[in-house]
């Protein structure tokens, strides 16, 4: 990446140019839905060489998240669940872990049918991609694929849940689905993609549309 402008910095030779390669990884703990891996980095030097760092990291399966709305109705998904992070009850949007080998799409659809038994009809819905962002870059892998799902026409099946996952949702309209106290990172870059949507200054933002 190229700056525009060098701040101030640490008076090294690293070159932030060049490519930082994996030169160890110790797996410290391995559980349902994270490992905790010990990594050696070696930080490419200007003129050839590297320096080694050390760091530690979280790998997670990457994730979904949508914000669903209904184009008939004008109306939009709310989740409510527990979270673990901030241990408590709390308002979000629909969301859940990409399975081995499947699309980022096909994971946002079936999770969308899990959660809330809704399942478009054949094109009957448009997807659009607003942001593929790192949950927390300093210490985890995790990726969140952040899309707007705008259905047309949907039928409601049975939800299949979790033996420990209980959610509730609902249709709400803009305005009450704004004023939740959302704190998901993941699910504000969402909302404010929708707030702008809604403004309609959709042409400046980054995004694009798959079906």
Not at 133 to 138: E, L, Q
Request: aromatic residues 6%; glycine residues 6%; hydrophobic residues 40%.
């Amino acid at each position: 990446m190229e700056m525009m402008e060098t701040t101030q910095q640490q008076d090294d030779d690293i070159d932030m140019t060049g490519n930082p390669r994996i030169a160890t990884r110790i797996t410290r703990y391995s559980g349902a839905i994270f490992d905790v891996d010990d990594l050696s980095i070696d930080l490419p030097i200007k003129g050839g060489n590297f320096t080694r760092i050390t760091r530690q990291i979280v790998r997670h399966a990457p994730s979904v998240v949508m914000i669903v709305h209904d184009t008939v109705r004008d109306l939009y998904l709310a989740e409510r669940e527990y979270r673990v992070g901030c241990n408590a009850f709390v308002h979000g949007l629909p969301a859940g872990l990409m399975d081995d080998g499947e699309s980022v799409q096909d994971a946002a659809l079936r999770e969308l049918r899990e959660e809330t038994g809704i399942r478009p009809d054949a094109h009957a819905y448009t997807v659009t991609c607003i942001s593929d962002a790192y949950s927390s870059v300093g210490m985890s892998d995790e990726i969140s694929h952040v899309m707007a799902i705008d259905l047309h026409r949907w039928k409601l099946e049975s939800t299949h849940f979790d033996a420990d996952e209980h959610v509730q949702s609902a249709w709400v309209s803009w305005e009450r689905l704004s004023s939740l106290k959302i704190q998901s990172a993941t699910c504000v870059i969402a909302l404010q993609f929708e707030a702008m949507r809604r403004a309609g200054v959709q042409a400046a933002l980054n995004v694009r549309e798959t079906r």
